[in-house]
């Protein structure tokens, strides 16, 4: 069975750009999770989905971030325009609900994102 | 709010002992999971072991195992055997909902390095 598939896994942009990075989950899967991995910060939930539907997205550092999930198979997250300082780790990872607090993230490779 | 803290910047073990890695978290839920990633240098996370808030019995997944002390809020890892190909960041995770929202956070992680 295919993982969680994201693209690209590298991206090096200059600062005012656009950025879009984009998340295949796993089949059958209802929810998404969208991290940010840093070495200062470590792992930083930025968004998640339920069944298509953004529930929370209290981790988005500001208006620059945006993430959509048009269909159950797949996901974006945007940055516009990005900054030197958006330059981490991003991870997708998707998990379905066993139950409240069950069901592993099962996590993408991760894009790794260079802003100059 | 919910926290995972891991104590140990770094670990050292030698190859073919067993060892622990701490964790202790913070949360106001009664139902609650917690969790163990590894992230070799390759980058991605890979799931190693669940343990439920309500389950009675201590986690165990091969080598793995989750040593679980609810009152104490502690959900350390305990790796027999280390292989060198254990060596990598370990990550304690929690799954919780609060305030109509999943919350999956993590620790800073704990590098362990283990020596021939």
């Known amino acids: 069975d295919a993982g969680v598939i994201q693209s690209p896994r590298h991206e090096v942009t200059e600062m005012g750009q656009e950025v879009t990075l984009r998340c295949k989950p796993i089949?059958?899967?209802?929810?998404l999770f969208w991290y940010r991995q840093t070495m200062m910060r470590g792992l930083e939930l930025l968004i998640y989905?339920?069944?298509?539907?953004?529930?929370?997205d209290s981790g988005m550092p500001e208006d620059r971030f945006s993430a959509k999930m048009p269909n159950a198979s797949f996901s974006t997250l945007k940055i516009q325009p990005s900054e030197p300082r958006d330059s981490a780790v991003y991870f997708c990872?998707?998990?379905?609900?066993?139950?409240?607090?069950?069901?592993?993230?099962?996590f993408g490779e991760g894009s790794r994102l260079t802003v100059l | 709010a919910q926290k995972i803290t891991q104590t140990q910047p770094g670990m050292f073990v030698q190859e073919k002992e067993a060892v622990t890695l701490d964790c202790t978290y913070d949360?106001?839920?009664?139902?609650?999971?917690l969790f163990w990633y590894k992230q070799p240098s390759s980058g991605e996370m890979i799931f190693l072991i669940y343990?439920?808030?309500?389950?009675?019995q201590n986690a165990t997944e091969g080598r793995y195992s989750l040593n679980f002390q609810k009152a104490r809020k502690s959900a350390n890892l305990v790796i027999s055997a280390s292989q060198l190909g254990d060596s990598a960041m370990y990550f304690c995770?929690?799954?919780?909902?609060?305030?109509?929202?999943?919350?999956?956070?993590f620790g800073k992680g704990t590098k362990l390095t283990v020596n021939p």
């Open positions: 089949s059958g899967h209802d929810y």
């Open positions: 343990q439920g808030s309500y389950d009675e």
């Open positions: 989905f339920n069944n298509n539907v953004p529930i929370d």
């Open positions: 949360t106001s839920d009664q139902s609650y999971g």
């Open positions: 990872a998707s998990s379905f609900n066993s139950g409240l607090n069950t069901g592993e993230l099962f």
């Open positions: 995770a929690m799954r919780g909902y609060q305030g109509g929202s999943e919350k999956l956070v």
